[in-house]
């Protein structure tokens, strides 16, 4: 069974352009989670979706947004690109209303703006 | 809010040292914890975990135990190695809802 996968693997901006990534969850799994790790700064919650809905969103500004298709896949769009939006960008997925809720993660996509 | 700190690193020992990386939770409900842990390039993999009070998660040599009553899950091995070197992040979810935290993680470095 194919895991979380999320493309691309790496991917360049310029600053003020915008960058769309894409996670597609493990089969079955309906909330999928976005997380940004930047150098030295840990894992910083971004978002949360949940059957098609926005559940909850951590921290950041509006540029960053997102959505969940109806077959779970989603996409997090950056706006407006700033430098320190450079990080890797982890993609969770989980079932939903389970005791043991637990998720996993895609390999990242590798965002660096220049 | 529901929120996870833990220990800040970085933490280096030496191979077959003990290992403790503190993680406390503060969580409206009843929560259960993680360890994931990120190898060096890759994305994070489901360590262990524990649902309820006063369970043991344990995988690898490694172990925490869920106190509700100090609000920990410590994660601890008794003999690290080389190939543990790796960061560790703490994390909780609310049972029926998928809110999921991690801690900041703890990068941990082991010296032959």
């Known amino acids: 069974e194919a895991g979380v996968t999320q493309s691309p693997t790496h991917l360049i901006k310029t600053r003020g352009q915008q960058a769309t990534l894409r996670c597609s969850p493990i089969s079955g799994h309906t909330s999928v989670y976005w997380y940004q790790q930047a150098l030295g700064l840990g894992l910083q919650f971004l978002l949360w979706?949940?059957?098609?809905?926005?559940?909850n969103r951590g921290n950041f500004p509006p540029r960053f947004s997102g959505r969940q298709f109806p077959n779970y896949s989603s996409e997090l769009n950056v706006n407006a690109l700033e430098l320190e939006d450079s990080a890797l960008y982890l993609c969770a997925s989980s079932f939903e209303f389970t005791e043991n809720t637990e998720a996993f993660f895609g390999q990242g996509t590798r965002l660096t703006v220049v | 809010g529901n929120s996870v700190t833990q220990m800040e690193g970085p933490v280096t020992l030496s191979e077959e040292a003990f290992l403790t990386i503190n993680c406390t939770y503060t969580?409206?409900?009843?929560?259960?914890l993680f360890w994931y842990v990120q190898y060096p390039g890759e994305g994070l993999q489901l360590l262990l975990k524990a649902t309820k009070a006063d369970d043991k998660g344990s995988n690898k040599g490694f172990e925490a135990t869920y106190r509700k009553e100090t609000t920990s899950f410590h994660l601890e091995k008794g003999s690290v190695q080389v190939s543990d070197s790796a960061v560790y992040f703490c994390?909780?979810?609310?049972?029926?809802?998928?809110?999921?935290?991690f801690g900041a993680g703890t990068r941990l470095t082991v010296k032959p």
């Open positions: 969580a409206t409900g009843y929560p259960s």
């Open positions: 994390a909780l979810s609310l049972n029926y809802n998928n809110d999921m935290r």
């Open positions: 979706y949940d059957e098609g809905e926005e559940r």
